[in-house]
């Protein structure tokens, strides 16, 4: 027979059982009234958002607190690639939702698998690393170019080649791989070991690997800088970064979170500039909205990463991957990838047309849906200003610089929102300069 003092400490647990999944949840909190000021009450300062609060969206419409309607030329900066609410993806988060959400790393799991394969299948890369974001992705790059450079050349191997106003994230690590001395003053020291070049530039590149090539172990480049200027990579240029550091048994990482998925019109940028990486980074388009960052690589460089040398607790999360899994089987589809071209094809029309009556863009440049317009005298510098107009107008546009608006819609916006968007973009120019 069961004791008194077991038989309670049965009931206990199976108290605390059925209590577990039927804790009172404390009511208001999903009501709690907020607004923009309590941004400056209770965040860090590191950010100045708009005025307005989104609160809903629908493919390519995002509607505020008011209820307010904006059309989406931004894509939360380049990331949801397939607008707002998209059905797929809903659908693959709740049923993710009801299976599994986290399990760490001392185990895999299906949907990481799942999308691991879809990644290696389509690319030229054999293994994948999970991560959260593209810093971590850039992060987990450089730290594998400099392990596998240690462990198969020597100590000595460690130079890192990055460009003028790159951006590859704001890890100390990354920020200072990135070419905007902005964002990597006033936390040193800093990691050493990086040179910065102008984009471009072949021979800048040539001297460089003429001079230390023994020492580089990478070249981190973006395909087209986004952040930096929206300036294109021109194939000649990423051609001969790959012939040096084939030459110089450096790593070519390509750092795809902005332009890859989709943004270009192939899956990834690199697929149409005659290069193929050694690494490579994604984030941003690859959940479409959902968390998640990927490092991509070879069979033999991935090996430099055994166990226990590199790691994250959420990498590979079974909701981020699930939804990932879907962004990816929609994004690499004819369809939506001819889309891309077709709709470059439309909005180039369309900011040209609105340069003639306004001449406003010194330069208008791109690739796929992922536009820069460069705005001429006498709107120099006032980028941010533009951005804040399209707001009153009821359109979200994103800068790059002082001197240019980006353009960054989802994959998938419609003729019409592109229509309503280049009229509502022109509304709000009128209102800049008056
Ligand atoms: C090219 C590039 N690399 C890296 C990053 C950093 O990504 P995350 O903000 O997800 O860390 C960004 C973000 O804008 C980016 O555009």
Redesign the pocket.
């Known amino acids: 027979m069961p004791s008194s003092t077991a038989k309670s400490a049965a009931l206990s647990v199976a108290k605390l059982a059925a209590a577990s999944r039927d804790i009172a949840i404390p009511r208001g909190h999903a009501e709690l009234p907020v607004t923009r000021e309590t941004f400056d009450q209770v965040m860090v300062p590191c950010f100045a958002p708009a005025p307005f609060i989104p609160v809903r969206g629908e493919g390519s419409r995002v509607w505020d607190q008011a209820g307010r309607m904006y059309i989406d030329f931004a894509s939360g ?1 380049a990331v949801t690639a397939l607008g707002h609410a998209h059905p797929a993806m809903i659908r693959a988060l709740e049923e993710q939702a009801r299976k599994l959400w986290h399990v760490s790393n001392w185990f895999t799991n299906e949907p990481a698998l799942r999308l691991a394969q879809r990644l290696v299948d389509a690319t030229f890369a054999e293994r994948v690393f999970f991560c959260n ?4 992705a ?1 992060e987990a790059a450089l730290k594998l170019a400099r392990r596998y450079a240690h462990d198969h050349f020597g100590p000595h191997k460690t130079r890192i080649v990055s460009t003028h106003n790159s ?4 890890t100390l690590f990354t920020v200072t791989a990135g070419g905007q001395a902005k964002y990597a003053m006033g936390f040193g020291p800093n990691p050493a070991g990086f040179t910065h070049l102008p984009y471009n530039d072949v021979a800048a590149l040539q001297t460089e690997f003429a001079a230390h090539g023994d020492e580089i172990c990478a070249v981190i480049l ?1 395909p087209m800088q ?2 930096g200027g929206m300036t294109p990579g021109t194939p000649d240029y990423l051609q001969a970064a790959r012939r040096l550091c084939s030459e110089h048994n450096a790593f070519l990482v390509l ?1 795809e ?2 332009s890859g998925m989709g943004r270009t019109g192939t899956l990834f940028s690199y697929m149409q500039k005659g290069v193929v990486p050694d690494i490579m980074t994604s ?2 388009g690859l959940g479409g909205g959902f968390p998640v ?1 990927a490092m991509l690589t070879t069979g033999e460089i991935a090996s430099a990463f055994s166990v226990g040398v590199h790691g994250t607790t959420y990498g590979g999360n079974p909701l981020a991957c699930a939804v990932a899994s879907v962004v990816f089987d929609v994004i690499n589809t004819t369809e939506v990838l001819d889309g891309v071209k077709a709709r470059h094809a439309l909005f180039m029309e369309g900011l040209k047309a609105i340069n003639a009556r306004r001449r406003v863009f010194r330069d208008l440049r791109g690739e796929g849906v992922w536009l820069g317009c460069e705005l001429d005298e006498p709107w120099r510098g006032r980028s941010m200003d533009v951005l804040k107009a399209a707001g009153d107008a009821g359109l979200i546009v994103l800068v790059a610089g002082p001197d240019v608006v980006r353009i960054a819609p989802s994959l998938v916006i419609s003729l019409d929102e592109i229509l309503e968007g280049l009229a509502r973009l022109e509304t709000a120019l009128g209102r800049v300069l008056v």
């Open positions: 900066v974001s593209g810093a971590e850039n951006f590859h994230g704001r973006e986004g952040e750092d979170i902005q984030a941003k960052g």
